[in-house]
């Protein structure tokens, strides 16, 4: 188990995972955009910068990202150096230049001690903050519809072609996963879009309701190696029938044990 | 796992109560539409609540594509971890038995994790429907007394 020091606390960390999970463990925040449990590490977002340093380098220091930096025994941590705070203080001033009435952009940057971009002001102000996590979420949801397309300043997040995508199943999870609220999404009953591509919903045979669309319903039997009936039925009418087969289970209802 | 969650249907009155501990416990201040235990209503006083069956080899377990569901060896309940989970739904559609709720005021999906431990339905279930039986009790139940019971 790497022993480590952070912040002046010994952090045992465990084998094989990030320097930022295990600041966490000591307790120590590091401010992130692009970190999410559920997928791979980015280093997209350069927040979770971080100075490590060994005894023996003669004072020498290295900034690395916390997220992607694996833990290594007898490594000194210090999240908070000056180095560390201006950076983060760059990486901010240069988001909040992009994304200058993105909330979560303005409160990080103000909890960092800038109100306002020392940068020119982006004229087309967007809440894309380009963390990357919705590609991610979608490479792992296995559909791959959307990714970043261009470089430098023209950089954004689109479908290939900025066409409606052909993989995409309409999951949503893109714009459930998205920290600003940037990826728009319409969803009712019967139909859903988004990405600029319509898909009918899953409608339950009996009562009517959806949850996912016919293109997921799909993609699910694909992949589990199911017919597709399987995720017909409605989770209300699932009970239903659950609550039949316990009924029947039990034979006769017994008399009511309160009266009134 | 030294306790069971027992469910005797006949016992059921449809009372609602622990549809609304449920609601409470898990912080919807009391709106039983988000409950996680269902009372299927078979007449004003008889019912019977489906409630996860925490199955042994749980489809929605499988189905999750980022591991947001765990087994919880201690209670021998699945878990969903509101972190991980990347709200695509994939286990509310894969549960055979609808007890994998989509909640759409608090954007989660919303399962029985047996309140780590403590159900807060049991204690206040009027007729003992619902129980958190020791396991060797729980064992013996089904034999004669309740067919069907859940686990």
């Known amino acids: ?260 | 796992m030294d306790r069971i969650y027992c469910v005797i249907p006949e016992r059921c009155i449809a009372c609602g109560k622990c549809e609304l501990a449920c609601a409470f416990a898990h912080g919807s201040e009391g709106q039983p539409a988000a409950t996680r235990i269902h009372i299927h209503r078979r007449g004003p006083d008889l019912g019977t609540p489906v409630v996860c069956l925490q199955c042994d080899d749980p489809s929605c377990l499988a189905a999750c594509p980022v591991g947001a569901l765990t087994w919880n060896a201690r209670t021998a309940a699945i878990e969903v971890s509101r972190e991980t989970c990347i709200r695509c739904r994939m286990c509310v559609a894969a549960c055979p038995f609808g007890n994998m709720t989509w909640d759409d005021s608090r954007h989660e999906v919303a399962k029985c994790d047996l309140c780590g431990g403590d159900p807060r339905c049991v204690p206040f279930c009027p007729t003992k429907a619902l129980d958190y039986v020791p396991a060797d009790r729980a064992a013996i139940l089904p034999d004669a007394a309740v067919p069907g019971a859940q686990r």
């Open chain 1, 1 to 260: 188990m790497p022993t480590l020091t952070i912040d002046g606390r010994t952090v045992h960390a465990d084998h094989g995972t990030f320097l930022l999970a295990a600041c966490r463990k000591a307790g120590i925040e590091v401010p992130t955009l692009c970190e999410h449990p559920a997928v791979e590490p980015y280093g997209g977002c350069r927040l979770c910068v971080v100075d490590v340093t060994r005894p023996e380098w003669d004072g020498w220091s290295k900034m690395v990202v916390a997220c992607l930096f694996p833990v290594e025994d007898g490594i000194v941590v210090d999240t908070r150096s000056e180095r560390v705070m201006e950076t983060r203080k760059v990486v901010l001033d240069l988001l909040l230049a992009r994304c200058p009435e993105t909330p979560l952009i303005r409160d990080l940057a103000a909890a960092h001690g800038i109100v306002a971009t020392s940068f020119v002001r982006n004229p087309v102000p967007t809440d894309c903050i380009l963390c990357g996590l919705c590609t991610r979420v979608c490479d792992t949801m296995g559909m791959s519809a959307i990714s970043s397309v261009d470089r430098g300043a023209g950089r954004e997040i689109a479908p290939p072609f900025r066409a409606p995508p052909p993989a995409c199943v309409g999951c949503l999870a893109c714009a459930e996963i998205c920290p600003t609220g940037f990826i728009q999404f319409e969803s009712g009953t019967r139909k859903r879009r988004i990405w600029e591509k319509d898909f009918d919903m899953l409608r339950c045979p009996r009562c009517g309701r959806s949850h996912i669309t016919a293109a997921q319903a799909d993609f699910f039997a694909g992949r589990g190696g199911v017919p597709r009936s399987y995720f017909e039925i409605c989770d209300h009418c699932k009970r239903a029938d659950l609550a039949a087969t316990a009924t029947r289970l039990a034979g006769e209802p017994a008399t009511p044990a309160r009266q009134g």
